[in-house]
């Protein structure tokens, strides 16, 4: 008989950790074991305020009883059906609840399990509409330095964050980056920074270069969220819009993080009067409780696929689990959750407070610059000498220490909390990031 291999079940070795310091981890362990509306409850007992709603996507708070009951349902009722030449009437139905609060020209939508794979579903849609409409040299994809659009290889292709890519082999070819949005001059603004629309312009260069008959498409986050919270500034994304309408090129607005109202509206795309021609989006989606991922685009990219003999598939493209029954049905729950407690409403409420709340950090030992918009907040620090990110972390740590859950990304401490957050838990969050940076070396 085979021996049993399996390790006892608090053993650490066996899971590999995504985007962790594993070794560090597996030292001196921080589990979480539950969660109820702001906070978590650590494996030792103690209340964890959450600064980040999860990674995040728990935008309307933790556990949820709509959500909740609504997966304990659905479970019981249809676990699985194919994705792929059968339906069930749960992924229709979200499709059409999240036309009703995107962008009025979006109208259809393609479910996948994540953010990277609504990525890599919304580039491969905008090469073959270009070929469908026949168009076929349109095969070059424009990102942006510093973006972030998942860990899949057209994600960190067009991505432009150095560590997700250096260890990777050669990527896409065809791809090219536009710079970050990111100036100095722009320190301590609050809002929309004044400076940097013409950094669009470097579109232009790159047309000017290949000839707009190769470009695909132009990818950027609303608001870059995993590198560390750069803001457009003023006018940036129109004049993106309006270069990309001139060239037939199709503007993705990657909004895994803006959607789902963490700038106040819906989506980013709202919040600031553009309309891309396709939005990915995933966590907020269903709350961060099941996987799921999305792709919403207009009926003129879905319509040019819908050609030649019926009974062909259009588009060779789809996961086993694209608009899976339950991750639908918490999909639809917490639209309606979203809907009953107004959080996209409330999140524009208390903006303006949670604006002041971080800039009065302005002065804290080690902070270079704060930046905010909507419930988003970025502390920038300055890096110890020799060892980047190594202070961040350590602010990282001795926060959840105190009872407050922050990320960082390099010396950045970005925040997100959910949208239910009161004033008190601003204040909390606030004051113990002042608490441990000054006691920080
Ligand atoms: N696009 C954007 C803009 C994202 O922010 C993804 C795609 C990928 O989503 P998935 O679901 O495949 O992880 C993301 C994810 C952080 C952090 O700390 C950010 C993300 C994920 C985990 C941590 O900033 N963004």
Redesign the pocket.
């Known amino acids: 008989m085979a021996l049993d291999r399996t390790p006892p079940p608090n053993d650490l070795n066996a899971f590999w950790m995504p985007?962790t310091a594993n070794r560090q981890f597996k030292k001196a362990p921080r589990m979480f074991v539950a969660a109820e509306g702001m906070y978590y409850t650590t494996s030792d007992g103690r209340q964890v305020l959450d600064g980040t709603a999860g990674?995040?996507c728990c935008n309307a708070g933790h556990k949820r009883p709509r959500i909740v009951e609504a997966i304990q349902r659905q479970a019981a009722e249809l676990d699985y059906a194919p994705a792929f030449q059968m339906g069930h009437p749960l992924a229709f139905e979200l499709a059409n609840r999240l036309i009703g609060i995107a962008p009025e020209n979006m109208d259809h939508v393609f479910f996948a399990n994540?953010?990277?794979?609504?990525?890599e579903t919304a580039l491969k849609i905008a090469i073959a509409w270009h070929r469908a409409r026949g168009e076929g040299s349109r095969t070059r994809l424009i990102g942006r330095e510093r973006g972030?659009?998942?860990?899949n290889f057209g994600?960190i292709s067009v991505g432009g964050i150095v560590n997700n890519r250096r260890m990777f082999g050669s990527l896409l070819t065809g791809v090219d980056h536009l710079p970050n949005t990111h100036l100095p001059e722009n320190a301590w603004t609050k809002g929309q920074p004044a400076h940097g629309a013409h950094l669009a312009d470097e579109l232009e260069r790159i047309v000017a270069l290949h000839g707009a008959e190769t470009i695909a498409a132009c990818i950027v986050?609303p608001v870059a969220?995993?590198t560390g919270v750069l803001l457009p500034p003023k006018g940036y994304l129109e004049r993106l819009r309006e270069i990309c309408t001139r060239h037939g090129i199709l503007l993705i607005f990657?909004e895994?993080?803006t959607g789902f109202g963490r700038l106040g509206s819906p989506f980013a795309a709202q919040h600031m009067d553009v309309l891309p021609d396709m939005i990915?989006c995933?966590?907020g989606l269903t709350n961060g409780v099941i996987p799921m991922?999305a792709v919403l685009t207009t009926a003129e990219i879905h319509d040019a696929f819908m050609q030649g003999p019926e009974h062909l598939i259009e588009l060779f493209h789809g996961y086993t689990y694209s608009g899976n029954p339950i991750a639908s049905a918490a999909g639809i729950a917490t639209l309606e959750t979203y809907r009953e407690d107004a959080l996209f409403e409330r999140c524009a409420e208390i903006a303006p407070y949670w604006q002041e709340a971080l800039h009065s950090l302005k002065g804290t030992r080690h902070v270079i610059d704060i930046r905010n918009m909507g419930l988003i907040g970025a502390i920038e620090l300055e890096p110890l000498a020799g060892a980047p990110t190594k202070r961040a972390f350590s602010a990282f740590l001795e926060a959840y220490e105190k009872g407050v859950l922050i990320?960082t990304?390099g010396d950045i401490i970005?925040l997100s909390p959910p949208l239910i957050v009161e004033k008190p838990q601003i204040d909390r969050i606030v004051e113990t990031i002042g608490t441990v940076l000054t006691a920080l070396d």
């Open positions: 985007f990674l995040w994540s953010g990277s794979e609504s990525v972030y659009h998942g860990v994600g986050e969220g995993s990657d895994v993080i990915t995933a966590k991922g990320r990304t970005a």
